[in-house]
């Protein structure tokens, strides 16, 4: 299962390479933010160069539009209306732009990730074809931007479609991504042979820091209503449930580790730099930062978890509702304090 | 219970009726939402009032089932009355309860999708209410929100808000398997006193 894995890594990221040319990669492992940044700005820049003077139009909304900002879901397109460019409406050259951009802004691994989920969306349109006007494929994906490119002004990427919902502020050195929302179905297929599973990490690592819990800690961390979806998920901006579950502060070292890890798999989709500054704000609060599980315990069974602490909120829900609840996965990451880039120090 | 409200128990009795038999007919699709109707509920306590976001989304295979049931006279559109029975008779069928208490719930508005996303699945039925307290005093107490209509084909999620008033501290949120009850028991602190300025 491992070698598979490793092959399905190797094959996206030969897809990645295609897509992005090698020196993008190589800017994103510098963790710098400003020059992170710079690398987003010239990137955007070059896909907007692209584009006629009726497609930047259509794709370039205005810093202050809520109403673009906030739109995203879940859902397939036509049903849910997107805004901005679709990918199939895009030339081959504009498209290759598009992907270059999504690299850098995005880690190599986020940006396999996307991939993935988006490329498990074309998996479903080809196992079940259009179902009730809706259309599962790879070119079903938008992009738009709320405020235009800058290394100094706050803008905003947007690119989602089902199951994908990736929103990313930018502003000076800082890149934000929340709130976002991953999901698949399938969550595991084929390409070429090999075993892709978007959302592998998620699935793995929440099971390994279960499983590391005492029987005691375990007792705290399980709480005993069935989740059957995500709580907080689209539609849900500025609320804050209850945190539910155990506390990090009643993890041990060696479990922060764990929970750090799995955190990261969200966090560590936006770019290197900005995900570094993140992932330093979440060690910082992690003794505030519960976890919570609902459902079967034994690794490969479909089961629901929360992570919620000062600056991060996430879920992860199986969906109940028809097929294998472990190959239909929702997910939502935000951040309670800066969903949107909204922390006036981020602003 | 009115007489329009007995009709509105009847039609949700049917069309409750309807779901179940559906539901032994259908198969697991491998599109979006499928065979049951999801009803997550979000409440929010706040010193003298409670307010409830209730969003239901029923599965594309219910979708018909749930639409004829609000639908009353089969014309194929929703009129703003039928849709107003409908979201009734689902606050009817949640109860409210502080310190032991009966509250009674006020509907403050709802929001209906278009009729093509319901029948995709897709759609949510967004409804919103509250429920005053009336002089709740200093001290700690026990607020309980229930939903009555259950049912195989019904999935529910029930979930407290962090209360936006820093005088209410929630100690406990207790849930049954199914989350159709809720139960809160929190604390309300007096309110911090005005200090106001000396007139320079």
């Known amino acids: 299962m491992k070698l598979i894995t490793q092959i399905s890594r190797a094959f996206l990221f030969c897809i990645l390479l295609v897509f992005t040319g090698g020196p993008h990669l190589a800017a994103n492992a510098a963790p710098d933010g400003l020059s992170s940044t710079s690398n987003c700005v010239a990137s955007a820049s070059a896909f907007l160069a692209t584009l006629s003077e009726k497609e930047r139009t259509a794709v370039l909304f205005d810093f202050s539009d809520e109403k673009q900002r906030k739109n995203w879901s879940n859902l397939p397109s036509p049903m849910y209306k997107r805004a901005g460019l679709r990918l199939g409406d895009l030339s081959p050259s504009q498209r290759e732009a598009a992907m270059k951009l999504l690299a850098t802004i995005l880690s190599p691994m986020g940006f396999e990730k996307t991939l993935g989920i988006v490329e498990a969306d074309h998996v479903l349109g080809e196992a079940s074809g259009p179902q009730r006007g809706i259309v599962f494929s790879r070119d079903e994906f938008f992009l738009s931007f709320v405020g235009k490119p800058s290394s100094t002004d706050p803008w905003m990427l947007q690119f989602g479609g089902h199951h994908l919902a990736l929103n990313i502020t930018i502003h000076g050195s800082k890149g934000i991504l929340t709130p976002s929302h991953t999901a698949a179905q399938p969550a595991t297929y084929t390409r070429n042979g090999k075993t892709v599973r978007p959302l592998a990490g998620e699935y793995e690592k929440s099971f390994v820091l279960l499983n590391s819990l005492s029987a005691d800690q375990k007792s705290r961390a399980i709480i005993g209503s069935r989740m059957a979806d995500l709580v907080l998920g689209p539609g849900h901006d500025g609320q804050t449930i209850l945190p539910e579950g155990i506390k990090g502060s009643e993890l041990s070292a060696g479990q922060h580790g764990l929970l750090l890890d799995l955190i990261r798999e969200w966090v560590g989709i936006i770019h290197v730099a900005a995900a570094e500054q993140k992932m330093a704000e979440v060690k910082s609060n992690l003794a505030e930062t519960h976890f919570a599980w609902s459902g079967p315990t034994a690794p490969g069974s479909a089961a629901y978890y929360r992570i919620q602490g000062p600056t991060v909120f996430i879920e992860f829900a199986p969906q109940q509702l028809g097929g294998i609840p472990t190959n239909h996965i929702h997910t939502i990451y935000r951040d309670p304090t800066n969903d949107y880039g909204r922390k006036p120090a981020a602003r | ?200």
Do not use: W
Request: proline share 4%; with cysteine.
């Open chain 2, 1 to 200: 219970m009115s007489a329009c409200g007995k009709k509105d128990a009847s039609f949700s009795l049917r069309a409750l009726l309807a779901l179940c038999s559906l539901l032994c007919l259908t198969l697991p699709s491998q599109a979006h939402l499928l065979d049951q109707l999801l009803q997550g509920t979000l409440v929010s306590v706040g010193t003298d009032v409670v307010t409830l976001e209730i969003k239901l989304i029923p599965g594309i295979d219910v979708a018909v089932t749930v639409i004829s049931g609000i639908d009353s006279n089969r014309d194929g559109t929703i009129s703003k009355v039928e849709s107003l029975v409908f979201v009734r008779s689902v606050l009817r069928a949640m109860e409210l309860s502080l310190d032991g208490r009966n509250l009674e719930i006020e509907y403050l508005g709802h929001v209906l999708p278009p009729l093509a996303e319901l029948r995709a699945g897709i759609g949510a039925v967004r409804i919103k209410a509250r429920a005053g307290l009336g002089n709740v005093a200093n001290g700690e107490h026990r607020f309980i929100c229930r939903n009555l209509q259950l049912s195989p084909v019904r999935i529910y999620l029930l979930n407290a808000l962090v209360p936006e008033t820093p005088r209410i501290t929630i100690h406990s949120q207790k849930r049954d398997e199914l989350q159709t009850t809720l139960q809160l028991d929190y604390t309300l602190r007096a309110a911090e006193p005005v200090i106001l300025n000396e007139p320079e």
